[in-house]
Nanobody, 125 residues
Framework: QVQLVESGGGLVQAGGSLRLSCAAS????????MAWFRQAPGKEREFVSV????????YYADSVKGRFTISRDNAKNTVYLQMNSLKPEDTAVYLC??????????????????WGQGTQVTVSS
């Protein structure tokens, strides 16, 4: 069992930055591939970024590529999402997910076994 708790969300102006954190419980964090998804009101949950358990591979949605950076610290059981050059369309609840299986596509919601409750990010224009 893995419990995930996100933090770091808030209100920021367009062009600003935020750093999200996802803290995991348990001693097996380093065996999980970790992802960030987001969900805006009335919309489906969408993939943002994923990082391999080793930290060696990362992937990003086209909409955030070049602006967001995912990283992890296995010693602290934490995954991060550095978000720069934020846009109003980035407004959503951001959630982290965990899975032990690395697939060809890591953007499918149902492939993740554990989820946090999410943290709200609001970008004003």
């Amino acid at each position: 069992q893995v419990q995930l708790v996100e933090s770091g969300g808030g209100l920021v102006q367009a062009g600003g930055s935020l750093r999200l954190s996802c803290a995991a419980s348990g001693r097996t964090f380093s065996t999980y591939n970790m992802a960030w998804f987001r969900q805006a009101p009335g919309k489906e949950r969408e993939f943002v970024s994923v990082i391999h358990w080793s930290g060696g591979n990362t992937y990003y949605a086209d909409s955030v590529k070049g602006r967001f950076t995912i990283s992890r610290d296995n010693a602290k059981n934490t995954v991060y999402l550095q978000m720069n050059s934020l846009k109003p369309e980035d407004t959503a609840v951001y959630l982290c997910g965990a899975t032990r299986v690395w697939r060809q596509r890591m953007s499918v919601v149902r492939d993740y076994d554990y989820w946090g409750q999410g943290t709200q990010v609001t970008v004003s224009s």
